[in-house]
Each structure stands twice: as structure tokens, then as C-alpha cells.
């Protein structure tokens, strides 16, 4: 392949991604969609000025001043865009993370001076639009964890110190036909490794390793989504349950449910969650 074909190619490739920028502003400015990190519009533009540059000097012959000229241009070009990605980075916190099997993002912006923390709902994969904001200023430290490819956790302090969970969830369970409460799903008793889940109709107490927890009344339970919910105890969150994969309710049949669900503890230190199967 020569030169030339190769400066067609990279110009080409160039116009294509800048006619791509132009119609992400316009998405951005009608409908709030943006990139899951934001770093990646000044990363595409690098990517336009590198592009461009290449592919001028490969198709036409160049003049010696300009050999001088155009390289100093596109490295102020290039230092500009990554200056503005330093200057975002310090500005907002991002948490973009991919479920194991690849399918669904989790992503988080933070602005850093104000402790506001928004949850975007990702499409096309490079794609979210924000959803929900954060219902506590946070400290800026987070830790997140996927339960199942279609749950993710993210465990938080807020600005008083207080520890909150938020859930990301992706999925459905029982084919996803209508919308369903966790709490009833899961009604009867669960265990797995030295834990104990009992769900009735006034509430859910956990055993963790042989110590007793207080019973969570449903108005200290928040659900995500259809599958999963956060166990709540004096404004905190302590626990958090989710469906796996597996799990099916059997609510119309006279089955028990089948599958297993997880128990995660709501706790800035490293943890494990654990799986839990029906019992009786």
C-alpha cells in the first residue's frame, strides 16, 4: 500500500469522525446525550488533528516553510485538547465500568466542587444520557462491584459520613412481562455459606455468620429496578439483595422459587458477596 492510498484512507477517516463530532454536539445540545466519558471528545479531536496532518503531508507535496509551520500547529492543537482533558479530569470524577460479560456499563459523573454524583443510562455503548441524580453530596470515594452481569453496586460515603448503596441494574427476571417487587419474590428462606435470608410478609432478617441482624420492615426497603433491592437502617444502607441470573420466582405455579440470589454488605471495605439458595 502506498503513501497515497494511505493519505486517501486517513483523510477520509478523518472528515468521517468529524462529521461524527459534529453530530454528537448536536445529540448533546438536543437530547443530553454524551459520551460515557467525557474525555473522549477531546480524544477523538487529537485524533482529527493527528489524521489530518498525516494525511496532507502523504497526498500533497509541502513547501519547506510549512513543513516548519504545520507541525508546530498540530502540536498546539494536540497539547490544547489534552490540556482540556487534564482540566476535566480535575473538574469531574468518572466511574465507567463494564459488566464481566461486556454488556452493560455502569457510569458515574462526579462534579468534584460540589459532591453532586450522576447516574447515566448508557446506549449504543459510548452512549448515556443522565438519569438520576445521587440523593447525598458525596465524599468523592466509591467502590463498585457487579453482583451479576446485569447488577452492579456502587457503595458510597456521603459528606456527613454516612454509607449509601446505589444499584445499577440492566435485566429482568421471569421473562421480564410485568413489573415485579423483589421483597415478594424471594418470600421464604435462603442460605449459603454460614448466611440465612428469611423474607415474610413483615420484612427480612439476615444471619451473618451467626450473628443476628434487626428485622427490615418493606419501608426500609428500596428496590432498583426489578431486580434488587437495598436493605436501609436509620438512613444507611446495610445490605444489598439481588436476583441472579438464575433465578426464577414461580409466582404462577405452586413451585418454590428456584436459582439463587446474592447478599452484599454495604461497607467501604473489601467484602465478598455471597450466594444464597431457597431453602424452604
Known amino acids: 500500500m502506498n503513501k497515497k492510498i494511505i493519505g486517501r484512507i486517513l483523510f477520509i477517516l478523518s472528515i468521517a469522525l468529524f462529521i461524527f463530532q459534529m453530530g454528537y454536539l448536536f445529540l448533546h445540545a438536543s437530547y443530553e446525550l454524551e459520551y460515557i466519558d467525557n474525555r473522549l471528545f477531546y480524544a477523538f ?6 489524521g489530518m496532518f498525516v494525511s496532507i503531508f502523504l497526498l500533497f ?3 519547506k516553510p510549512w513543513k516548519i509551520i ?6 498546539i492543537l494536540i497539547l490544547l485538547q489534552g490540556g482540556l482533558i487534564v482540566n476535566h479530569s480535575q473538574q469531574i470524577k468518572q466511574i465507567v465500568s463494564f459488566s464481566p460479560d461486556m454488556k452493560n456499563q455502569f457510569v458515574l459523573k462526579e462534579d468534584r466542587k460540589t459532591g453532586e454524583a450522576v447516574y447515566y443510562r448508557t446506549y449504543y455503548r459510548f452512549f448515556a444520557r443522565p438519569k438520576e441524580v445521587l440523593p447525598y453530596e458525596t465524599q468523592g470515594k466509591f467502590k463498585l462491584k457487579w453482583l451479576e452481569n446485569d447488577i452492579a453496586a456502587l457503595t458510597y460515603r456521603a459528606s456527613d459520613n454516612s454509607i449509601h448503596q446505589y444499584i445499577g441494574t440492566y435485566g429482568a427476571r421471569d421473562s421480564g412481562i410485568s413489573y415485579t417487587y423483589v421483597g415478594p419474590t424471594i418470600q421464604g428462606q435462603w442460605k449459603g455459606n454460614d448466611v440465612r435470608i428469611d423474607s415474610t410478609p413483615k420484612g427480612i432478617s439476615i444471619d451473618y455468620h451467626g450473628k443476628s441482624g434487626p428485622n ?3 419501608d426500609n426497603v428500596v428496590q432498583f429496578g426489578t431486580i434488587a433491592i437495598v436493605l436501609m437502617r436509620d438512613g444507611e444502607a446495610e445490605w444489598t439483595i439481588g436476583l441472579n441470573e438464575n433465578f426464577q420466582s414461580h409466582s404462577n405455579d405452586p413451585k418454590p422459587p428456584s436459582g439463587e440470589i446474592t447478599l452484599y454488605r454495604a461497607s467501604m471495605d473489601r467484602v465478598e458477596s455471597v450466594r444464597l439458595k431457597f431453602v424452604k
Open 45 to 50: 479531536n487529537i485524533l482529527i488533528v493527528v
Open 70 to 75: 504545520s507541525p508546530v500547529t498540530a502540536s
Open 216 to 218: 427490615y420492615d418493606w
Open 61 to 63: 507535496p509541502i513547501r
